[in-house]
């Protein structure tokens, strides 16, 4: 009784196990950055001129794919299709500062979608963890944007959110809660990762 009792409990583990990993992309895992390509090229036009794609994850601290997000201009209207994990593509809205009419909207130039490489980024993650103190574990690559400057120019930014170590999660009744802490990057002229301060 006890032997089927242990063989139930490790089905229900394995049940368990496999739903809540899913077939989710991880954008810093191995071939991660490819995932993310296959995904772009399915859901984007390759050629649409933008001036910015913005890979961001589901969560603070598990980095899995939430939504991949180009921004161009149609017009003086600022624009934007997002491809979300849970929802699928969406098609072109406006983005919320062109509907309020902000002025620190900059038309820069802009490049073909096809144009953004994100193959390495597993790599750059690489990279940017080893510049990350040793008090520091658990890496999960929050947002990894490509803008496009005023000389044409791909500039490339990312954030890891790491939790600090020795610290746990914390609960208040039903609530629990885990501090994360942000390091920002950036790719320099060269193609090195450099931390942004």
């Not at 299709?81 to 593509?89: R, Y």
């Not at 309020?100 to 096809?114: D, I, R, S, Y």
């Not at 947002?143 to 914390?170: A, M, P």
Request: hydrophobic share 35%; aromatic share 10%.
């Amino acid at each position: 009784m006890k032997k089927m009792k242990t063989t139930i409990l490790a089905a229900l583990a394995g049940v368990f196990l496999l739903t809540s990993c899913g077939d989710g992309v991880y954008p810093q895992n191995e071939g991660g950055g490819k995932a993310v390509k296959q995904l772009i090229d399915k859901h984007f036009d390759a050629d649409k001129q933008v001036q910015e794609l913005v890979i961001k994850a589901k969560d603070e601290l598990y980095g899995e794919l939430g939504t991949v997000t180009v921004v161009y201009w149609d017009g003086d209207k600022q624009m934007e299709e997002v491809f979300s994990s849970s929802d699928g593509a969406k098609g072109p809205q406006e983005t919320f500062g062109s509907k309020q009419n902000m002025k620190h909207l900059a038309k820069t130039k802009t490049v073909a979608v096809k144009e953004f490489d994100v193959d390495p980024i597993p790599y750059k993650v690489g990279e940017a963890v080893g510049l990350i103190p040793e008090e520091y574990e658990n890496y999960a690559l929050a947002e990894y944007g490509f803008t496009v400057d005023d000389n044409g120019k791909i500039k490339q930014r990312f954030t890891i959110n790491t939790t600090k170590k020795g610290e746990g999660k914390t609960q208040t009744g039903r609530r629990v809660s885990q501090n994360y802490y942000p390091f920002s990057f950036k790719i320099d002229e060269t193609g090195k990762v450099v931390a942004i301060d």
